[in-house]
């Protein structure tokens, strides 16, 4: 898939074996942190609910990363993994609903590439027969407005925090 929105030409395309760092990497960046918060220490990754969201990558038949490509630099990426009842995401809605999360290198925000690659896991998760997808957002995160655009809704909340689900239509 190639896009050109806002005169900013990518591509969409699958995260190879060699490139899970940039998964790390954009998982990171996916952390809502308050306005005049200081960031995370990098070791809140190796905290087990954070973990689970990427170690063992793609050993799950339902794993599924893309990444925004332009010319040569990721600039941004999309994943979702199922998770189940011993092992629940911030999203979990339940064991048959992948839960999502996603991240635009702060340069590139405004440009559509979320929303593209929004579009795009919504799309291989509906052809592979999903019926829905979740989410976790605080709702002091803007990007509450682009998963309300995409036909995401409340499910329940939980403090600061909005789970959303997507119901995919199969056709």
Known sequence: LKSNLSEMLFAIRPIGNKELLFLEEFFYQALFVPPNADPFPRSILDQPNLANYISHWDSRPEDLCLLAVSESEIIGAVWGRRFDE???????????????????????RGNGIGTALLEAIIDDYRQK????LSLSVDQRNRAINLYKRLGFECYKTDGTAKIMVKILKTY
């Open 129 to 132: 027969g999903f019926s829905k």
């Open 86 to 108: 011993h092992e629940k995401g911030y999203g979990f809605v339940d064991e048959h609903t992948p839960e999502i999360g996603i991240a635009v290198e702060e340069a590139y």
